[in-house]
């Protein structure tokens, strides 16, 4: 193994991935570990018996608010809907928009950005209220907020994905609404 201690080690495997674009390094022995008492170190992962965890080697980087909804704009401009506007009353900001699905049901949504990931609420129609559809069958929580994924907090990355994750969503609402299950997991 390298020497687990050298901070320059570990700080020019993560600067070569960076420079490269890569969550990972090219030799396996760069790359970045952290053991169960919090030590950082550099190897293949397989030294010892005590288990690892692998260091994806990304930009730790946060986008300013300003540098955020420019990129927001741009997505916004290029693949929402032409009815999307953004929203900017103070504890309702996120962008708006419309989705006609191919049944002619028209959802009114809301994406926002809640400091680490996109989350959409729906905010027409309110099927939350309605007693045939459950939290669980519908992907909609009792707050509006639709469950556009599985990991923790149901919401997305990018804008552009939450939009096209609550599209599809939509559809699959529409399925649901005629009786039938949610048609887009594989689990229902």
Known sequence: MAD??????????????????????TVPDQQVYVDRTGRVRLGTGDEGDAPL??????????????????????????????????????????WVYSIATEFGNTYVMCATFNGTQYDVRLLDPPLESVPKLDQHGNHLYKSGKICLS????????????????????????????MGHSFPFNHNQ
């Open 4 to 25: 687990m201690y050298d901070l320059n080690a570990v700080r020019d495997s993560f600067f070569a991935s960076q420079r490269r674009n890569s969550e990972a390094p």
């Open 150 to 177: 599985s990991s923790s907090g149901s919401g997305m990355p990018d804008l552009e994905t939450a939009y096209s994750r609550s599209a599809v969503w939509a559809l699959g609402v529409d399925f649901v609404q």
């Open 53 to 94: 965890s692998k260091v994806p080697h990304g930009t730790f980087a946060v986008l300013s608010k300003a540098q955020r909804l420019a990129e927001e704009r741009r997505v916004a401009r290029r693949k929402l809907p032409a009815n999307a506007y953004y929203e900017d009353t103070p504890g309702a900001e996120g």
